[in-house]
């Protein structure tokens, strides 16, 4: 065991190295950083190690953005949370399409940033934003309430787990959270907001009276009105809780249903009411496990033959994942899922037999609800007709993650007290938690990899370069519309009020219509990503081939280098 001064000097030596790594996109500088830190937390259980770690894997991403803001619609929420001041609702802008309909995190962001004085949008100059720290510090606060709520829901077992790190290591191993909730987005308070309303929801369960009410009515409303598919996971989490009421109490249901059927009521009505009267102006409403704009509504019933269907776009160059893309962003990500449900079912059984109310059952019926969820998208995402309606799982993953990390490992350590097996169970599953969390990583957020355009990856980070473009389109842009991609929409759109339009036709071609412009990036010569409205906005990549061949022939209005506008 290392001197406590030492230790000290060691810990602080690692976590700058990490940063630096980070910084100066080195995955061996980090690597090296959290292996130093893992070790010493091992040898020395601190809650200072561990805290370091949580840190490095939440500047993982965005840190290399410093001083601008870090992911595609992240430009968005700001000028959202920028125009929010001049009051609510929010009506006649033309500010990306972010859902105004969900303020909660506009408003947050704009208090502080009155308060602070930090700004909300990026300048050409470099500078300290609201908009760039919020989400570090929800994401650190979500994986905080997470790894104390994981603590507190294992205590109770007759097999409890001493190793606070045993616990959360599935929670720091899912890195997507660390990649994709680092944004400024409302995904990003979301996540916060869930698992501190599952956190209350487990004291309103162990209490006898009604003392936490108040407070976790606040929370489901706030979690509600922070993002459209909050309200969905909210219920997930609270249903799990009714089935686990209605099947362990059922010799004393009708107290506990009592209880439980206001929440679920509450959430439920709530949930719906804001979604179909406030929520994108009420085009949103509640159809079985998911949330349906009308246009993808009409899609499923167009498949049914019951409504007219919509144009479908192919294009001959249309991108696909690669082989080491889809692992990477689908199966890793599902084989993380079938390592939770392992664990998961073991400490359940564990707690039916052993314990005689044990609140850890109510994950297992979560659970089903989350696999059921994602088994839906997988499904409806590979039905050719309807494959306008993109589901993503990973948010429902990674509030799944969040609440269930610890009862997985409780299920290890379970098998592994049962079986003479030298804690091979608990090993096993956090060396596979590791390989799966290092897999998920995209190599070029950590490194100066390029990102594999082949694929239709993409590069979110919007540097000082795409600034001084949205500078010009602002101020010499006048045109009846601008053409570009998702990067440029992000860079311009929410910054000038200019609206930008895919247009995959023109890019293919090469034309220009009268008073528009072409808007490229350097990324273009590889790849072109955005929503093609002519199949109700169906998001579509496709391989530009030999782009700038085909508009240098045009009049070349601005170049600062990797950014040019075309017009005819």
């Known amino acids: 065991m290392l001197n406590k001064k030492l230790d000290l000097i060691v810990a602080n030596c690692a976590f700058v190295i990490g940063i630096i790594g980070v910084r100066v996109q080195s995955p061996g500088l980090l690597g090296g950083s959290l292996i130093v830190l893992s070790t ?41 949370s920028k125009a929010i001041m001049g009051g609510w609702p929010l009506t006649g802008s033309n500010l990306g399409g972010v859902g105004t309909g969900y303020p909660i995190l506009y408003f947050l962001a704009s208090i502080v940033s009155i308060i602070t004085g930090a700004g909300l949008i990026p300048e050409t100059s470099n500078q300290l934003l609201t908009s760039q720290l919020l989400p570090i510090i929800f994401v650190f606060l979500a994986v905080s309430v997470a790894a104390f709520y994981s603590k507190r829901l294992i205590s109770e077992s007759s097999l409890s787990i001493s190793n606070g790190g045993i616990i959360i290591a599935p929670i720091l191993c899912w890195t997507p959270m660390f990649i994709f909730h680092t944004v400024f987005q409302r995904r990003s308070l979301s996540i916060l907001l869930l698992v501190s309303t599952s956190a209350l929801l487990m004291r309103y369960h162990k ?79 509640l159809v079985g496990f998911f949330q349906l704009r009308l246009i993808e509504t009409q899609e499923i019933l167009a498949s049914l033959g019951l409504a007219p269907k919509l144009h479908s776009a192919v294009f001959p160059n249309q991108s696909s994942p690669s082989s080491l893309v889809y692992f990477r962003e689908f199966i890793a990500r599902w ?185 490229l990036t350097a990324q273009n010569r590889y790849v072109y990503s955005a929503r093609y409205q002519k199949s109700g906005n169906q998001f579509i990549t496709i391989n530009p081939y030999n782009i700038f061949n085909k508009f240098n022939k045009h009049n070349r209005i601005y170049d600062n280098g990797d950014n040019y506008v075309y017009t005819k």
């Open 207 to 285: 209490s006898i009276d009604r003392r936490y009410l108040p407070l976790l009515i606040v929370l489901i409303i706030s979690t509600i009105l922070t993002n459209h598919l909050s309200g969905f996971l909210l219920l997930l989490l609270v249903g799990s809780q009714f089935a686990h009421i209605v099947v362990k109490h059922w010799d004393n249901l009708r107290n506990n249903l009592m209880r439980y059927s206001l929440i679920l009521l509450i959430t439920l009505l709530i949930h719906q009411l804001w979604s179909t009267f406030a929520g994108y102006g009420g085009e949103y409403t």
């Open 335 to 519: 084989l993380f899922q079938v390592l939770l449900a392992i664990g998961i079912s073991a400490s359940c059984i564990y707690s039916i037999r052993r314990d005689k109310d044990d609140y850890r059952i109510h994950i297992f019926y979560l659970g089903i609800l989350v696999a059921t969820s994602g088994v839906a998208a997988v499904i409806i995402n590979r039905v050719p007709s309807i494959t306008i309606f993109e589901i993503n799982p990973m948010r429902v993953f990674t509030v799944f993650v969040l609440v269930a990390g610890g009862v997985a490992m409780h299920g290890y350590v379970v098998l592994d007290r049962i079986l003479p097996s030298r804690q091979i169970f608990t090993r096993t599953a956090i060396l596979l938690f590791i390989v799966l969390g290092v897999i998920m990583v995209p190599p070029h957020y950590i490194s100066s990899t390029p990102p594999d355009y082949q694929s239709g990856s993409l590069d979110p980070r919007i540097g000082p370069r795409l600034h001084s473009l949205s500078d010009f389109t602002e101020e010499y842009g006048e045109y009846n519309q601008l053409i570009g991609d998702v990067i440029v929409r992000a860079a311009i759109q929410p910054k000038t009020g200019q609206e930008v339009n895919g247009h995959h036709d023109e890019i293919r071609s090469g034309t220009i219509s009268s008073n528009s412009a072409i808007v």
């Open 40 to 80: 010493l937390y091992y040898l020395n259980a601190s809650t200072y190690h561990l805290g370091g770690i949580v840190l490095l894997l939440v500047l993982m991403a965005p840190i290399n953005s410093s001083g601008w803001l870090y992911g595609i619609d992240s430009h968005t929420a700001a000028a959202q």
